[in-house]
Nanobody
Framework: VQLQASGGGLVQAGDSARLSCVVS????????VGWFRQAPGKEREFLAA????????YDADSLRGRFTISRDHAKITVNLQMNRLKPEDTAVYYC???????????????????WGQGTQVTVSS
């Protein structure tokens, strides 16, 4: 399976942005997908995850509900809607997938077998 992330760029603090991850080469509903980010000098950080069926989602408490994950089966895409962006959200954002035909969501990097190339999000103050 291949993952292609897009939607990054330069935004102003307080703005919203949406990242998209196209998951191709496999049965879309058979993959749990997560979003992570990594800022310079920091470890990769979990943001949000969605089950293969789309019936379960989970996002990091630290986000305080600012980010929402969803999946569009028609477009084989998993989206990350990001609201009220802050300069500290600046990072490279990655989508990841692993084969799961259930409603389980995964939050650890080690649980994902496939990774996209990353897309840069820069939030200016």
């Amino acid at each position: 399976v291949q993952l292609q992330a897009s939607g990054g760029g330069l935004v102003q603090a307080g703005d919203s942005a949406r990242l998209s991850c196209v998951v191709s080469g496999g049965t879309f509903s058979g993959y749990a997908v997560g979003w992570f980010r990594q800022a310079p000098g920091k470890e990769r950080e979990f943001l949000a995850a969605i089950s293969g069926t789309g019936g379960s989602t989970y996002d990091a408490d630290s986000l305080r509900g600012r980010f929402t994950i969803s999946r569009d089966h028609a477009k084989i895409t998993v989206n990350l809607q990001m609201n009220r962006l802050k300069p500290e959200d600046t990072a490279v954002y990655y989508c990841a997938a692993t084969r799961r035909y259930d409603n389980v969501v995964l939050a650890r990097t080690s649980q994902y077998h496939y990774w996209g190339q990353g897309t840069q999000v820069t939030v200016s103050s």
